[in-house]
């Protein structure tokens, strides 16, 4: 009953407390245990995880882990969110395209620090992967224009600048049905399916795509090694995204997702213009909302409508 439902962002709550988000799916398995909604002993649970011998002592700390968040959510989340950022983290390596000199410019264009600069060439690659070049310089431009925002009221501040360029990412690199297809034939996709079964398991990806959710399928399908070629077709196959002729750009999360970048950089504009060195920490905090959009169709599109109403209340305060 729905009155009953946990929602649980689990492959973050993996990620920082045992190092990899390959455990989400452990972390959930001790939710339902200690719900009591899964009629096997805890001692059996971890007497399996054992006999598996694959990545036990992370397996084993992520049972635990959702067990406690089943006992006291709000003690766990806030223990997550009181972890430096670097802390209990997997170190990962994201593939991305080499850039052209135009767009290398246009980024070193932009008034930040080395390593600012560098996660700025790294999200601007990223996009050029998602959609195209034109894609990215959107992104460019609009952190630009943030950056000579944040520079005119605080010089020594690159915080704003990194905040929005985090957020913009993510808004504008969100999960749709051509994203998901490159992101699963990326090296590291590969790299991380062998760390939790081994170098002899046949990889399976388990997807609910919504177009086969509309057609009645209520549970995920598999999709072995012999689907990368349909996966290698719909990655190429972005050029049609956000057109008339995409196939599933016209579902309300689709179309949800292709304004919210539009949305916070009108937001943004607006906090630029009354941006100084006295409400910059207020400006990082609106920019930071964006992070809190997690989660899969109706619990994306529930965050998506708190993120509107904070969004909303945070800029009539500013």
Same mark, same amino acid.
């Given at each position: 009953q729905?009155?009953?439902n946990?929602?649980?962002?689990a492959?973050?709550?993996?990620?920082?407390?045992?190092?990899?988000?390959?455990?989400?799916?452990?972390l959930?398995?001790?939710v339902a245990?200690?719900?009591?909604?899964?009629?096997?002993?805890?001692?059996?649970i971890?007497?399996a995880?054992?006999?598996?011998?694959v990545?036990?002592?992370a397996?084993l700390?992520?049972?635990?882990?959702?067990?406690?968040?089943a006992h006291?959510?709000v003690a766990?989340?806030?223990?997550?969110h009181?972890?430096?950022?670097?802390?209990?983290?997997?170190?990962?390596?994201v593939?991305?395209?080499d850039?052209?000199p135009?767009l290398?410019e246009?980024?070193?264009?932009i008034?930040?620090?080395?390593?600012?600069?560098?996660t *700025?060439?790294? #999200?601007t690659? &990223?996009?050029?992967d998602?959609q195209?070049?034109?894609?990215?310089?959107? $992104?460019? %431009?609009?952190v630009a224009?943030g950056a000579?925002?944040?520079?005119?009221?605080?010089?020594?501040?690159?915080r704003?600048?990194?905040?929005?360029a985090?957020?913009?990412h993510k808004?504008m690199?969100y999960?749709?049905?051509y994203?998901?297809?490159?992101l699963?034939?990326?090296?590291?996709?590969?790299?991380?399916?062998?760390e939790?079964?081994?170098?002899?398991?046949?990889i399976?990806?388990q997807?609910?795509?919504p177009? *086969?959710?509309? #057609?009645?399928? &209520?549970?995920k399908t598999?999709?072995g090694?012999n689907?990368?070629p349909a $996966?290698a %077709?719909?990655r190429?196959a972005?050029?049609?995204?956000?057109t008339r002729?995409?196939?599933?750009g016209?579902?309300?999360m689709?179309?949800t997702?292709r304004v919210?970048?539009?949305?916070?950089n009108e937001?943004m504009i607006?906090?630029?213009?009354?941006?100084?060195?006295?409400?910059i920490?207020?400006a990082?905090?609106?920019a930071?909302?964006?992070q809190?959009?997690?989660?899969?169709?109706?619990?994306?599109?529930?965050r998506?409508?708190?993120?509107?109403k904070?969004?909303?209340?945070?800029?009539?305060?500013?």
């Amino acid at each position: 009953q729905t009155e009953n439902n946990r929602f649980v962002d689990a492959a973050e709550l993996a990620l920082r407390l045992t190092g990899s988000a390959s455990q989400a799916n452990v972390l959930l398995l001790g939710v339902a245990v200690q719900d009591g909604h899964i009629p096997v002993s805890v001692e059996s649970i971890e007497a399996a995880i054992e006999l598996n011998a694959v990545a036990v002592q992370a397996n084993l700390a992520a049972l635990d882990w959702g067990r406690r968040w089943a006992h006291d959510p709000v003690a766990v989340e806030s223990l997550v969110h009181s972890l430096p950022s670097n802390d209990n983290e997997a170190i990962t390596t994201v593939s991305v395209p080499d850039l052209g000199p135009e767009l290398v410019e246009l980024v070193s264009n932009i008034d930040a620090a080395p390593e600012l600069t560098a996660t *700025l060439l790294m #999200l601007t690659a &990223d996009l050029v992967d998602f959609q195209d070049e034109d894609y990215a310089r959107t $992104f460019i %431009a609009a952190v630009a224009q943030g950056a000579s925002a944040e520079k005119n009221a605080d010089p020594t501040s690159k915080r704003l600048t990194e905040s929005v360029a985090r957020s913009l990412h993510k808004l504008m690199a969100y999960k749709d049905e051509y994203e998901v297809a490159r992101l699963m034939l990326l090296p590291e996709a590969d790299k991380a399916a062998k760390e939790v079964g081994g170098l002899g398991a046949t990889i399976t990806w388990q997807l609910h795509p919504p177009i *086969l959710k509309a #057609l009645g399928r &209520d549970s995920k399908t598999g999709f072995g090694p012999n689907s990368k070629p349909a $996966f290698a %077709a719909l990655r190429s196959a972005k050029r049609l995204r956000g057109t008339r002729f995409d196939p599933f750009g016209r579902s309300e999360m689709r179309s949800t997702e292709r304004v919210l970048a539009s949305e916070f950089n009108e937001a943004m504009i607006l906090v630029y213009s009354a941006l100084t060195a006295d409400n910059i920490d207020a400006a990082i905090a609106i920019a930071e909302l964006p992070q809190d959009i997690r989660g899969f169709e109706a619990l994306k599109m529930r965050r998506i409508g708190e993120f509107r109403k904070r969004l909303s209340e945070a800029l009539s305060r500013f």
